[in-house]
T-cell receptor, first 114, second 117 residues
C-alpha cells in the first residue's frame, strides 16, 4: 500500500524566513518516485521535482532544496528566504515505478506574510 | 499558452443531473489522467489514458463515472445522476511519457470545480 503523510496542515512564516515542509511516505516497493507539486490559488498543480528512490542525493534549485532520506522514509522540502509568491498549497506525492497514478498527501498550506 | 485546458471552470449541477467535463491536453501528449480533489485534500487518481486507450480506470468511484478520449487528444469525464458527494475539483493532467516513471512530468490544468446542490 502507498501512503504519503504531510503532517503540517498550515504554516505561516514572515517573508525572508526559511521554511521546511515535511513529507513522510510508506511503500513496500523497492523502486518508486517521489514528487513535490505546488498549487497556487489559481488551482493548477505545478511540478517542482521528481526523485528516483535510487538517488538519495539532495538537490538544490535556487531557493528550493530537497532532502531525501530513505532511512526515515522522508522527502522534505525547504524554501530559503521565502517570498510572498511562495504562498500556495504544496503536495508531496509517491508513484510506483511504471505505475499510472500518483498518490498525493493532503498538502501543506504555506502563507508567507510580507 | 499551450497548457492543459479544462472547461468549464465552474459547474453547478442539481442532484440527479448529468455533467460533462472537458479536458484539452497539451498537443502531442500521449498520457492523460483525471484526478478528483475534494476540499482540503490531495488529488486522488480516477483514470488514465494512453492515446485513446483507457488503460486504468481503477480510481473511478462508481459506474456513474465515465471517461473517454476517442481520438487520443481531447477527453471528457462524464458523471451521471450527480450526487452531493461528487462535489470536488476535477483535475486533468497530461504527459509526454507513457508512464509516471518516464522523464516527462505531469502538466495539470486549472481544474473544474463541480458543486452539486
Amino acid at each position: 500500500a502507498q501512503k504519503v503523510t504531510q503532517a503540517q496542515t498550515e504554516i505561516s512564516v514572515v517573508e525572508k524566513e526559511d521554511v521546511t515542509l515535511d513529507c513522510v511516505y510508506e511503500t513496500r516497493d523497492t523502486t518508486y518516485y517521489l514528487f513535490w507539486y505546488k498549487q497556487p490559488p489559481s488551482g493548477e498543480l505545478v511540478f517542482l521535482i521528481r526523485r528516483n528512490s535510487f538517488d538519495e542525493q539532495n538537490e538544490i534549485s535556487g531557493r528550493y532544496s530537497w532532502n531525501f532520506q530513505k532511512s526515515t522514509s522522508s522527502f522534505n522540502f525547504t524554501i530559503t528566504a521565502s517570498q510572498v509568491v511562495d504562498s500556495a498549497v504544496y503536495f508531496c506525492a509517491l508513484s510506483q515505478t511504471g505505475a499510472n497514478n500518483l498518490f498525493f498527501g493532503t498538502g501543506t498550506r504555506l502563507t508567507v506574510i510580507p | 499558452g499551450a497548457g492543459v485546458s479544462q472547461s468549464p471552470r465552474y459547474k453547478v449541477a442539481k442532484r440527479g443531473q448529468d455533467v460533462a467535463l472537458r479536458c484539452d491536453p497539451i498537443s502531442g501528449h500521449v498520457s492523460l489522467f483525471w484526478y478528483q480533489q475534494a476540499l482540503g485534500q490531495g488529488p486522488e487518481f480516477l483514470t488514465y489514458f494512453q492515446n485513446e486507450a483507457q488503460l486504468d480506470k481503477s480510481g473511478l468511484p462508481s459506474d456513474r463515472f465515465f471517461a473517454e478520449r476517442p481520438e487520443g487528444s481531447v477527453s471528457t469525464l462524464k458523471i451521471q445522476r450527480t450526487q452531493q458527494e461528487d462535489s470536488a475539483v476535477y483535475l486533468c493532467a497530461s504527459s509526454l511519457a507513457y508512464q509516471q516513471g518516464g522523464n516527462s512530468p505531469l502538466h495539470f490544468g486549472n481544474g473544474t470545480r463541480l458543486t452539486v446542490t
